[in-house]
């Protein structure tokens, strides 16, 4: 339960730096950086003269802003990678497209409730799939990992209770009360992106260039993330972190999770889900 309190100093902060904004409020490894790459590669392409991809490097100053920091900076001071608000000036794209600011979050969702945000888009993505690809992000692909005791499983059911289960029940009721709410599954956008962000685009009520839009998800392709590691010999997220190694990209492949668990550790997290009224019914297994 949100304290009064907290929810006051929630209001005032959205008020001031959530106004008018697009909110990608997404459940970590569900496909937040390749949403956000389309989107500016897009708005890129409608509103400057440049005719080029926007690159990750780019994405990271184009749209700065973490709601989790922006929103709550007493609570994520100590972390390397908080960064202070960072207000678009009154010629970006994102205030060409009729917005204040294009912000991305994991956490905190609970306060959504109370934005002021024009819009918010959850984005999503079958359970077990996230807790695969969160495995290689938090543990498999940190160096040290090989010295680390804890199992496959154990790491997936802890992912899932920290991270999915709570947020994503809060997200699907909440979408169902506001018609500020979108939700897009990872699934959805992963195989058919150019129908999906179309549909986003006109929620949004951004001006719409189909051509445009082919060229900007093009842009935005896996292989075009990996050229851009390969180009810069560095991850094109957290290329800063001095833990993280190898590629942040992987396949995005659907059903992943069937090569990482047997049939017993599935039922278990399935079991789990349905436990927090979560059925995979909901989603797209593969």
């Not at 106004?19 to 890129?44: E, F, M």
């Not at 912000?103 to 945000?117: M, Q, R, T, V």
């Not at 189909?210 to 590691?229: G, W, Y």
Request: charged content about 25%; overall charge neutral; hydrophobic content about 35%.
């Amino acid at each position: 339960m949100i304290q009064d309190s907290a929810i006051e100093q929630y209001v005032q902060r959205s008020k001031q730096f959530e106004d008018q904004t697009i909110i990608l409020d997404s459940i970590r490894k569900s496909g937040t950086n390749y949403l956000r790459i389309i989107v500016a590669n897009y708005l890129s392409l409608i509103y400057s003269s440049n005719e080029g991809r926007v690159s990750y490097s780019e994405l990271k100053d184009m749209f700065p802003n973490q709601r989790d920091f922006v929103m709550f900076p007493e609570k994520y001071s100590d972390f390397k990678v908080h960064r202070e608000y960072v207000p678009a000036c009154k010629d970006h794209v994102i205030r060409q497209s009729g917005y204040s600011d294009f912000i991305f979050g994991h956490d905190d969702y609970e306060y959504l409730k109370y934005s002021s945000a024009s819009k918010i888009v959850h984005l999503y993505r079958n359970p077990l799939d996230m807790a695969v690809s969160y495995y290689y992000f938090a543990f498999k692909n940190r160096i040290g990992s090989e010295n680390k005791k804890e199992s496959k499983i154990d790491l997936a059911v802890n992912h899932l209770m920290k991270f999915y289960i709570e947020h994503y029940r809060f997200a699907r009721d909440f979408s169902r009360k506001s018609d500020k709410v979108i939700r897009i599954a990872y699934e959805s956008l992963f195989t058919n992106p150019f129908d999906v962000v179309l549909m986003l685009f006109q929620w949004l009520n951004f001006k719409i260039d189909t051509n445009k839009l082919r060229v900007a998800i093009e842009n935005s392709s896996i292989n075009k993330a990996r050229q851009e590691e390969k180009d810069t010999g560095r991850a094109v997220v957290m290329p800063e972190s001095s833990t993280f190694t190898g590629s942040f990209v992987r396949s995005g492949a659907i059903g992943q999770w069937r090569e990482h668990f047997n049939t017993v550790e599935a039922q278990m997290l399935i079991r789990l889900l349905e436990k927090h009224d979560i059925s995979v019914d909901e989603f797209v297994m593969g």
